[in-house]
């Protein structure tokens, strides 16, 4: 964005924009929060608002970027920001969404103050929300979308074990090649060791040859332990992968979140297969795929 578009406005006599722009290079939302609240610039629960802000605020001290003066890369890093708890957990969408909304009404505050001018969420692109009640892709799309993903044997191993094994994503961003054992086509996933179907095997063992492995001598599984499988090095990098091969081809997009609740509708298997320790937890988990793979049929055309 133009460096012009920004202004920052000291107003030393002020004191209200002072304590703001005080609480913002502490990075302190409490404060911040507080004030604006009491002063009726800010709406809606302070409690809220600050759990919303604190993961920004405390990146962008830790990274000494300015909000009020945002670099020309603000918005590529706070993507990344975003799609990141404080405990290092991946972000759901709907939350990150909370986060860019409170970060929203921030900025509309300090343009109030005078703080800034313009504001550096212009084009700014909010995560896609993914809803409980949401239909389910169909199965031919999926298959549409893997077949095209075939040329990126990271993105096609990935979407495999999202689809056939329901591999949260947040889980499958931090897996490394000593999870999976080639002699067995078993994945260690926390606790439980996965069998994987035949396709998402061979998937996974051409991605594993191209990190190195070559199954001829067994003892080049250990040259690769330490590697990560896939290069995403957040959820929104794979949502990105995904939506650039969709395009591409002309396929609607379907985020990482939709392709794993397709699994338990298109394949069942066993517990053992979609990560399920417990037999209770997988029937419940069937019924619900069922009950929303029934859902989805109401809602095409007849």
Excluded: C
Aim: proline residues 9%.
């Amino acid at each position: 964005m133009p460096p012009d578009t920004l202004i920052r406005m000291t107003h030393p006599h002020d004191q209200l924009a002072q304590q703001v722009t005080q609480a913002l290079r502490d990075a302190d939302p409490d404060t911040l929060i507080t004030t604006l609240h009491h002063h009726q610039l800010l709406q809606g629960t302070p409690a809220q608002h600050i759990s919303n802000l604190k993961p920004i605020l405390h990146a962008a001290h830790r990274d000494h970027l300015s909000l009020l003066r945002p670099p020309p890369d603000f918005h590529p890093w706070l993507h990344t920001i975003l799609a990141t708890n404080l405990d290092g957990s991946s972000a759901k969408p709907n939350t990150r969404n909370a986060r860019i909304s409170t970060l929203r009404a921030l900025y509309k505050a300090l343009r109030r103050l005078a703080l800034l001018t313009g504001d550096p969420l212009i084009d700014f692109q909010n995560a896609t929300a993914e809803r409980a009640d949401d239909p389910l892709p169909t199965r031919d799309d999926l298959d549409r979308l893997l077949k095209v993903a075939h040329k990126d044997p990271a993105l096609h191993a990935a979407i495999l074990l999202l689809w056939h094994h329901a591999l949260p994503s947040s889980i499958l961003l931090r897996l490394k090649w000593s999870a999976f054992t080639p002699d067995e086509g078993t994945l260690l996933r926390g606790d439980l060791i996965t069998p994987l179907t035949p396709q998402t095997e061979a998937a996974l063992t051409r991605l594993h040859q191209r990190a190195g492995y070559d199954p001829l001598y067994p003892d080049t599984h250990g040259r690769t332990e330490d590697l990560r499988m896939f290069p995403y090095d957040t959820q929104d990098a794979l949502r990105l992968r995904l939506r650039q091969v969709t395009r591409d081809h002309d396929l609607p997009f379907i985020p990482p979140g939709q392709i794993r609740r397709a699994a338990l509708r298109d394949h069942p298997g066993t517990p053992q297969t979609l990560g399920y320790t417990r037999d209770k937890d997988y029937r419940e988990a069937l019924r619900h795929a069922q009950a929303l793979a029934d859902s989805s049929t109401s809602q095409q055309p007849q």
